[in-house]
């Protein structure tokens, strides 16, 4: 069986939300609850949207990661919410957590994309697995996978070889204790993304990386992220401020910002 069918095969597929549609559905929320508060100011309405991420095979039910201390508060592993500034904590894997300073309000969907429709931008933490993080052989046009190695800088390197990509600035760093590589990552704006490979839901966006759990981050032209590749405690993991070209130089300063607030916690099965 070739890559490329084994990635078809993956039951678990997850495809993270464009920045546009982030920002449409945060302004989606902000109309329906001021039609709330204006028809009655006493009832409290819940809304449950859809989530930007397709699981297929859950095996368990997410919880929130736990605070390390008393004024962290924890974030739900699912669904949406609308999060006041403050200090959270989220979850990247069963056994990792960290805590993130939000600078101001901020939607954060399915415990893992914090956002603001009037703050463009995302910021992230995903797993990169050791042992399950893929490279496409061509971002548009083969997506089939190649295995990469283990390590932060294995990572970089590999996606520094990457057609199409635009990567810069890549440079030893240290987060929070944790040794690995930081990297800009562009995808030219004006490239023709039409004629990519689709896979699943993605259309007209390249394939970054993808990994062996089924996970695959996707984005189009004019994309421009901000990465931050680690090794904590021999779990590889990526921060990313992942912007468009609507981001201003404040924009990408607030997401640096918020990288520099992480401090990695453990987490628990």
């Known amino acids: 069986m070739s890559d490329l069918d084994k990635l078809r095969d993956l039951t678990d ?26 028809a ?3 009832v409290l309405v819940a809304v449950v949207g859809a989530s930007f991420l397709q699981h297929g095979d859950e095996r368990s039910t997410p919880q929130p990661a736990r605070p390390a201390h008393a004024d962290v508060r924890a974030v739900p ?12 904590s989220l979850r990247v894997t069963p056994t990792l957590g960290y805590e993130v300073d939000v600078p101001g309000r901020r939607y954060v969907d399915d415990g893992t994309f914090l956002h603001h429709p009037d703050a463009p931008g995302v910021f992230l933490v995903t797993a ?21 190695g283990p390590t932060p800088r ?3 390197r590999g996606l520094t070889t990457q057609p199409v990509l635009d990567i810069r600035r890549t440079s030893p760093v240290t987060l929070s204790g944790a040794t690995g590589v930081f990297l800009e990552v562009r995808v030219p704006p004006d490239f023709d993304a039409t004629t990519c490979q689709v896979l699943g839901e ?28 680690l090794d904590v405690g021999g779990e590889r993991v990526v ?23 992480i401090t ?5 099965e």
Not at 239 to 261: F, I, P, Q, Y
Request: charged share 20%; glycine share 8%.
């Open 264 to 268: 990695f916690t453990p987490g628990s």
């Open 239 to 261: 921060v990313m401020n992942a912007c468009d070209r609507t981001c201003t130089a404040k924009d990408l300063r607030t997401l640096a910002k918020m990288s520099e607030s």
């Open 13 to 38: 597929q997850v495809r993270p939300p464009s920045l546009e549609s982030l920002a449409g559905t945060a302004r989606r929320r902000d109309r329906r609850v001021a039609a709330v508060a204006a």
């Open 202 to 229: 993605t259309k007209d966006d390249l394939l970054l990386f993808s990994t062996t759990e089924g996970t695959r981050w996707t984005w189009g032209p004019g994309y421009v992220g901000r990465w931050w590749i």
């Open 40 to 42: 009655c100011a006493t």
């Open 154 to 156: 294995a990572l970089a």
């Open 77 to 88: 592993a699912s669904g949406e919410a609308n999060l006041p500034p403050g200090r959270y």
């Open 128 to 148: 990169a697995p050791a042992d399950g993080t893929l490279l496409p052989r061509h971002p548009c046009t083969d997506k089939s996978g190649i295995t990469v």
